[in-house]
């Protein structure tokens, strides 16, 4: 059974720091795209950014860009999200996910198969 379990959220003040982490369990974790949502109150799920198998390409959301780093390490199964210079438009429930296909289907949520049950993060200005 996959499981995607995050830490890492918390509240911090406007231009603070954040890492998040995501462990994966119950399935080959070095196959699987991997990316980072996030869901505030009222909106959609937006796709923040996502990482290949290895590592070798990442995208961003604009919005984040500049600021957001997303990494893996595939021996540890655990994702991370680094989260710089954070802005209180940054505040939203945040998911790390997993794309069961053989591609990078980011940054459309209803292609990532697999979820955690999602970290909060809080930014006051």
């Known amino acids: 059974q996959v499981q995607l379990v995050e830490s890492g959220g918390g509240s911090v003040q406007a231009e603070g720091s954040l890492r998040l982490a995501c462990v994966g369990s119950?399935?080959?974790?070095?196959?699987?795209?991997m990316g980072w949502f996030r869901q505030a109150p009222g909106k959609e799920r937006e796709g923040v950014a996502a990482i290949s198998t290895r590592g070798g390409n990442t995208w961003y959301a604009d919005s984040v860009k500049g600021r957001f780093t997303i990494s893996r390490d595939n021996a540890k199964n655990t994702l991370y999200l680094q989260m710089n210079s954070l802005k209180p438009e940054d505040t939203a429930m945040y998911y790390c996910?997993?794309?069961?296909?053989?591609?990078?289907?980011?940054?459309?949520?209803?292609?990532?198969?697999?979820w955690g049950q999602g970290t909060q993060v809080t930014v006051s200005s």
């Open positions: 119950g399935y080959s974790y070095s196959t699987y795209c």
């Open positions: 996910a997993a794309d069961p296909s053989y591609g990078c289907r980011w940054p459309n949520p209803a292609n990532f198969g697999y």
